[in-house]
C-alpha cells in the first residue's frame, strides 16, 4: 500500500529561522510523482513542486528548496528565513504513475511563523 | 483568468438529508477532481473525471456519487448524509487526468452536519 507521512504535527519557529518540513514515503512502484502543496487559512491548496522518481536533483525556488532522496524515501521541504506568510500548513503527496490524477496526501504540518 | 470555483462556500444539513455540491474547473481543464479533508487531516481522495468519465474512486461508500457535464463542471453528490461526512471537500482541476499533471484546488465547500 502507499502511504505519505509527516510526523511533525506542528512547527512553530521565529521569523527569519531556517526551517525543514519533514516527508517520508511508501511504494512499491518505480514510477511515481511527489508534490509539496501549501493551504493558507483561506482553504485552497496551493501548488509548490512536484518531482518524478527519476529526478533525484534538489531543487531550489527563492527561499524555498525540496531534497528528495530515494534511498531513504524521503522528500524534505526547507524554507530559508522563514516569513510570517509562510505561516500555513503544508502537505506532501505521492501520485502512482498508474492510477492517474490521485493524489495520496500526508496528515500536513502546520508552520506557525512568529514575527 | 478564473480558477477552480466552487459553490456553496458553506454549508449545514442534517443528518439523513442529501446534498450537491458544485465545482467549474478552469477554462481549458478537462479534468476535476475530488478530495474530502476532514479537520485535521490530509486529503482524500474521492473521484476523479475526465472527459464525463470516471477515471478513478478513492474508498468511499456508495451514498457518494459524482458527475462531470459536457462544459467540465462537475456535482458531488452525498446522499444520506452522517455527522462524520462534515467535512473541507476540495475540487482540483487539471488539463489531463494522468500522474504528474498539477492539479489546480479551489477554495473548497464546508460542510458541517449536524
Known amino acids: 500500500a502507499q502511504k505519505v507521512t509527516q510526523a511533525q504535527t506542528e512547527i512553530s519557529v521565529v521569523e527569519k529561522e531556517d526551517v525543514t518540513l519533514d516527508c517520508v514515503y511508501e511504494?512499491?512502484?518505480?514510477?511515481?510523482?511527489l508534490f509539496w502543496y501549501k493551504q493558507p487559512p483561506s482553504g485552497e491548496l496551493v501548488f509548490l513542486i512536484r518531482?518524478?522518481?527519476?529526478?533525484?536533483q534538489n531543487e531550489i525556488s527563492g527561499r524555498y528548496s525540496w531534497n528528495f532522496q530515494k534511498s531513504t524515501s524521503s522528500f524534505n521541504f526547507t524554507i530559508t528565513a522563514s516569513q510570517v506568510v509562510d505561516s500555513a500548513v503544508y502537505f506532501c503527496?505521492?501520485?502512482?504513475?498508474?492510477?492517474?490524477?490521485?493524489?495520496?496526501f500526508g496528515q500536513g504540518t502546520e508552520l506557525s511563523v512568529k514575527p | 483568468d478564473a480558477g477552480v470555483t466552487q459553490s456553496p462556500t458553506h454549508l449545514i444539513k442534517t443528518r439523513g438529508q442529501h446534498v450537491t455540491l458544485r465545482c467549474s474547473p478552469i477554462s481549458g481543464h478537462k479534468s476535476v477532481s475530488w478530495y474530502q479533508q476532514v479537520l485535521g487531516q490530509g486529503p482524500q481522495f474521492i473521484f476523479q473525471y475526465y472527459e464525463k468519465e470516471e477515471r478513478g474512486r478513492g474508498n468511499f461508500p456508495d451514498r457518494f456519487s459524482a458527475r462531470q457535464f459536457p462544459n467540465y463542471s462537475s456535482e458531488l453528490n452525498v446522499n444520506a448524509l452522517l455527522l462524520g461526512d462534515s467535512a473541507l471537500y476540495l475540487c482540483?482541476?487539471?488539463?489531463?487526468?494522468?500522474?504528474?499533471?498539477?492539479?489546480?484546488f479551489g477554495q473548497g465547500t464546508r460542510l458541517t452536519v449536524v
Open positions: 482540483a482541476s487539471s488539463l489531463g487526468s494522468g500522474a504528474g499533471t498539477e492539479a489546480f
Open positions: 518531482r518524478n522518481s527519476f529526478d533525484e
Open positions: 503527496a505521492l501520485t502512482l504513475y498508474n492510477q492517474g490524477g490521485k493524489l495520496i
Open positions: 511504494t512499491r512502484d518505480t514510477t511515481y510523482y
